[in-house]
């Protein structure tokens, strides 16, 4: 089993339709979760940081974590084409020092 | 901009060549790792180095060799590579410990090993 692990892509969604990108991990001792965009051939820039249980909406971006069932996702509302890239989602256990990424989940946003 | 450069952002290598890549932050952190992105796959940790110490080395082939000389660069020495080491390399910091465990990544240098 992956310690990290997302839903498989590529997902493709029409312009103006909410993206939904799920991430699951199987630390429980991870304290801080991110999802890092990153667009085709550049590198992972951080789009979303959450550490509490519960919603934090950044512009169009809604991230959610629950800690029971370990899982964090990311929802883009009113989808842009910009929006398509790749979407990595981190772990992190500040007792180990380590940081884990997903496989990621490729979107694309269609006009 | 975003606080760590990687030099060179592009670079071809025969197999018994040995270069090296470069990487700075200027956001005063105290850690920077290096990382592996090949098509298709997740990122590879390869190195850590924090408070300019290696802490973690997820059995790198030793044609792979980090030197961390004080906490702003990082470098990745190359030699005798292997056209599967074609990828991106990656560079990147971040503050530890703190309440946000945030890493900035560099542009990456994109290797091409012929």
């Known amino acids: 089993q992956k310690e990290v692990e997302q839903n498989s892509g590529p997902l493709s969604v029409p312009e103006g339709a909410i993206a939904s990108l799920n991430c699951t991990y199987s630390d429980r001792g991870s304290q801080s979760f991110f999802w890092y965009r990153q667009y085709s051939g550049k590198s992972p820039e951080l789009i979303m940081s959450i550490y509490s249980n519960g919603d934090k909406e950044d512009g169009r971006f809604t991230a959610q974590l629950n800690k029971a069932s370990q899982y964090v996702s990311l929802l883009i509302r009113d989808s842009q084409p910009s929006d398509s890239a790749t979407y990595l989602c981190?772990?992190?256990?500040?007792?180990?020092?380590?940081?884990?990424f997903g496989d990621g989940t490729t979107l694309t946003v269609k006009p | 901009e975003t606080g760590v450069t990687q030099t060179p952002r592009h670079l071809v290598m025969g197999m018994t060549n040995k270069k090296s890549l470069k990487c700075e932050q200027h956001?005063?952190?105290?850690?920077m790792y290096w990382y592996k992105q090949s098509a298709k796959k997740p990122l590879e940790l390869m190195f850590v180095?924090?408070?300019?110490?290696?802490?973690e080395n997820n059995s790198v082939p030793s044609r792979f060799s980090p030197e961390c000389p004080n906490s702003s660069h990082l470098f990745l020495h190359l030699h005798t590579l292997q056209p599967e080491d074609s990828a991106l390399y990656l560079c990147?910091?971040?503050?530890?410990?703190?309440?946000?465990?945030?890493?900035?990544f560099g542009s990456g240098t994109q290797l091409s090993v012929l």
């Open positions: 990147a910091s971040r503050q530890t410990p703190a309440t946000n465990e945030k890493l900035f």
């Open positions: 180095y924090s408070l300019e110490e290696r802490v």
């Open positions: 981190a772990v992190y256990n500040t007792n180990a020092g380590k940081s884990t």
């Open positions: 956001l005063g952190h105290n850690a």
